[in-house]
T-cell receptor, first 113, second 113 residues
Framework: AQSVTQLDSQVPVFEEAPVELRCNYS??????LFWYVQYPNQGLQLLLK??????LVKGINGFEAEFNKSQTSFHLRKPSVHISDTAEYFC???????????FGGGTRVLVKP | ETGVTQSPTHLIKTRGQQVTLRCSSQ?????VSWYQQALGQGPQFIFQ???????GRGNFPPRFSGLQFPNYSSELNVNALELDDSALYLC????????????FGSGTRLTVV
């Protein structure tokens, strides 16, 4: 079975400052990794994904994430946040041969002016 | 506009009642998954349907059941509602073999009183 731990439940950050959201996962088999964003009263939107290849993945809205196999981590970063980045962010894994996403508990990002 | 539409958006039911939630997806998205997201938590996998058959189930009791129709629409049925069933229910669709994650709808907020 897979599990995902998002180490920070809330991250306050000032506008135009960098942000890093931490994600660690546990799995005995190969997995695909995802970051989703959820704005208030909305569903989930895919930010980026890691399937294979380069460990640095670039996504939408200026976000990027780095896959670290030895540390089983997939941290999300953005060099300069905007007020509009205020949302909840979810890290998720899926077995390469599987059919379900396993999510972490989420990190709420609050961008302050 | 995600291409995945869920209805209704909000619903209030009484404990012990039954509820049906609906999801319609993009043409060609022949796989549909349902997730339950309790307040303040990450989504939890309920089950997945492919070609109108259930092909994966999470840790949910049999009173959670589903249907998938030839036009790619889907239903989630929950019998004998309990207070703990109060949550946001998300539908996610994809094409078989698509490793790019799933397209999520905006969800149905179910409140059981």
């Amino acid at each position: 079975a897979q599990s995902v731990t998002q180490l920070d439940s809330q991250v306050p950050v000032f506008e135009e400052a960098p942000v890093e959201l931490r994600c660690n996962y546990s799995s005995s088999v190969s997995v695909y990794l995802f970051w989703y964003v959820q704005y208030p009263n909305q569903g989930l939107q895919l930010l980026l994904k890691y399937l294979s290849g380069s460990t640095l993945v670039k996504g939408i809205n200026g976000f990027e994430a780095e896959f670290n196999k030895s540390q089983t981590s997939f941290h999300l970063r953005k060099p300069s946040v905007h007020i509009s980045d205020t949302a909840e962010y979810f890290c998720a894994v899926r077995r390469a041969a599987g059919n379900k996403l396993t999510f972490g508990g989420g990190t709420r990002v609050l961008v302050k002016p | 506009e995600t291409g995945v539409t869920q209805s209704p958006t909000h619903l209030i039911k009484t404990r012990g009642q039954q509820v049906t939630l609906r999801c319609s997806s993009q043409s060609g998205h022949n796989t549909v998954s349902w997730y339950q997201q309790a307040l303040g938590q990450g989504p939890q996998f309920i089950f997945q349907y492919y070609r109108e058959e259930e092909n994966g189930r999470g840790n949910f009791p049999p009173r959670f059941s589903g249907l998938q129709f030839p036009n790619y629409s889907s239903e989630l049925n929950v019998n004998a509602l309990e207070l703990d069933d109060s949550a946001l229910y998300l539908c996610a669709t994809s094409q078989v073999g698509d490793n790019y994650g799933y397209t999520f709808g905006s969800g149905t907020r179910l409140t059981v009183v």
